[in-house]
């Protein structure tokens, strides 16, 4: 599959797709067409391939956010975490499942997909990645709410059985 097919058909904030510069071993996420350590760049256009992180990864800075941003105003205070994944590519995400007292740097943290926000009484529902601590990261589980629903096109599709 081209990459370019790779990029059309898989929506990347669903999974973790990346791409890998074969020239060099370099992963990309989000994927680039280009890998800029390559000294060709036009050359390292055909070495770029799909690349799917496992979504492990570690917590290496984190920040907890009290003042939320626009369409978040429910999940005051939250934790924003810098997340280096085994494959390189250091993800940016918010961590759940968890209370912001007990994440820590080093804390091993596992990708999930879940609801980012909902816009409006209509439910334009967006998703996208998130991080919560792996089970072996001994992290007691904060409370949680009713599981949110994961995939997006069955979300919509409830949507529209409820109007
Ligand atoms: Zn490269």
């Known amino acids: ?3 370019a097919r790779f990029w059309r058909e898989t929506p990347r904030r669903y999974n973790l797709g990346g791409s890998k510069c074969t020239g060099c071993g370099t992963v990309y996420f989000p994927p680039r067409l280009v890998c800029p350590k390559c000294a060709s760049h036009r050359q390292s256009i055909e070495k770029m391939v799909p690349f799917q ?7 290496i800075s984190f920040t907890v956010v009290h003042d939320p941003a626009e369409g ?3 999940q005051v205070p939250y934790v ?10 250091v993800l940016t995400g918010q961590v759940v499942d968890v209370e912001p ?5 080093g804390l091993k943290v596992r990708a999930t997909f879940r609801k980012l926000r909902e816009e409006g009484k209509a439910g334009v529902i967006h998703y996208g990645y998130k991080f919560a601590p792996r089970e ?8 949680q709410g009713p599981p949110d629903p994961v995939p997006a096109s069955e979300a919509r599709a409830q949507d529209r059985a409820a109007a």
């Open 136 to 143: 072996e990261s001994g992290v007691a589980p904060a409370p």
């Open 1 to 3: 599959m081209s990459i």
């Open 53 to 59: 992180l496992s979504g492990d990864g570690e917590v």
């Open 72 to 74: 978040f105003e429910m």
């Open 80 to 89: 924003l975490a810098l997340v280096q994944t085994p494959e390189g590519p």
């Open 101 to 105: 007292k007990d994440v820590a740097i």
